[in-house]
């Protein structure tokens, strides 16, 4: 394959401020309760959200403890999402089902590209993630921010991993 033909790696900078974003969201915090719950300044969680950082791997570490998920979670693009959503392809016990309503509008905020409905996504996805039962907030993101990654297939694994890591 071909530099030409190599297919588009998104860079680490971005995936982890659309993952931040996205999860600071979701668990209802701003960039200010997120820092302080981290032990971090708030400046540095805007550097991050707008990939204009590049953070200790101590720093990302603090913000997952902070969010209560897994330190990789934040780090996940689509090419790890797809590989974890091809490991639950086997029978198994899916807790989780994502309607066809819902499946079509995680479809359509994600292929528009913008940060807004990535978010939008995300919500969806964790709100999904919440109506099985009373799941803890890092179960929530891991499916919201998958979802946000790979609609439907992502929201199940998301969660799934989720309860592994927890």
């Known amino acids: 394959m071909s530099a030409k033909e190599a297919p588009y790696r998104e860079s680490i900078d971005s995936i982890l401020a659309k993952n931040l974003v996205a999860a600071r969201v979701i668990a209802g915090l701003t960039q200010h309760d997120l820092a302080t719950a981290a032990g971090i300044s708030r400046?540095?969680?805007?550097?991050?959200?707008?990939?204009?950082?590049?953070?200790?791997?101590?720093?990302?570490?603090?913000?997952?403890?902070?969010?209560?998920?897994?330190?990789?979670?934040?780090?996940?693009?689509?090419?790890?999402?797809?590989?974890?959503?091809?490991?639950?392809?086997?029978?198994?016990?899916?807790?989780?089902?994502?309607?066809?309503?819902?499946?079509?509008?995680?479809?359509?905020?994600?292929?528009?590209?913008?940060?807004?409905?990535?978010?939008?996504?995300a919500r969806l996805g964790a709100a999904v993630a919440r109506s099985v039962a009373d799941e803890h907030q890092g179960i929530a993101i891991t499916a919201g921010l998958f979802s946000a990654t790979l609609p439907g297939a992502g929201t199940v694994v998301g969660a799934e991993l989720g309860r592994l890591l927890e």
Do not use: C, F, N
């Open 43 to 121: 400046a540095t969680v805007a550097q991050l959200e707008t990939g204009s950082s590049d953070p200790r791997l101590s720093t990302v570490v603090d913000l997952a403890r902070a969010l209560g998920v897994a330190p990789m979670v934040l780090l996940a693009g689509i090419p790890e999402v797809q590989a974890l959503a091809a490991l639950g392809d086997g029978p198994g016990d899916h807790r989780l089902h994502v309607s066809p309503r819902d499946l079509v509008r995680l479809r359509d905020y994600v292929a528009s590209g913008m940060l807004k409905d990535r978010v939008r996504a």
